[in-house]
């Protein structure tokens, strides 16, 4: 009698080997890409104690429809309207290149199978942000030592306000 193997094997075996080497992820289909990470969310209660490591190096299909390990240098994926967020800084009128955002394929794809009422999405929502990318505002403090001090905080002064202002703007009208 063979043994039906299990999810966390899966994991370990296929899922992780190449979710860790992206040469080989950046061959697969987008439809296998999306799956990973819809596997691991249908099967939570198994990975609680990968959630680090998941933070690292899940990769994520963003709007443009490219993929992202969420390791990735300089870069913070936030969620979108579609994922129920009423504060979404894609309401934000700004350059298209000032933030990415999740796919909303997650969501659009698999509405009847795994997010038909409001609670699922509330649910993925949840892991998600386990993930780290959720709807606010974020900040990356990446290593300034090559940098003027002075330089970096009157940067990040001139951004923060400016993200401030056209979101006070949007939402206090």
């Not at 386990?130 to 905080?153: G, P, S």
Request: proline content about 2%.
């Amino acid at each position: 009698m063979i043994d039906k193997p299990q999810i966390k094997d899966i994991y370990r075996l296929h899922i992780r080997p190449i979710l860790l080497d992206s040469s080989r992820w950046s061959t697969k289909s987008d439809s296998v890409l999306v799956a990973f990470l819809l596997c691991i969310y249908t099967h939570l209660n198994q990975f609680e104690h990968e959630i680090n490591q998941l933070q690292k190096h899940m990769v994520i299909k963003t709007r443009n429809g490219k993929f992202i390990r969420l390791d990735s240098p300089g870069i913070i994926i936030h969620l979108t309207s579609t994922y129920g967020c009423t504060r979404s800084l894609e309401s934000l009128i700004s350059s298209k290149h000032e933030f990415i955002f999740i796919s909303d394929d997650y969501i659009n794809n698999y509405r009847t199978e795994l997010f038909s009422t409001k609670d699922d999405i509330n649910n993925f929502v949840r892991f998600l942000e386990q993930l780290n990318i959720t709807e606010f505002l974020q900040v990356n403090i990446t290593d300034t030592r090559n940098y003027n001090i002075r330089y970096i905080k009157l940067v990040f002064f001139f951004k923060i306000n400016i993200i401030y202002f056209r979101f006070y703007k949007r939402f206090s009208t």
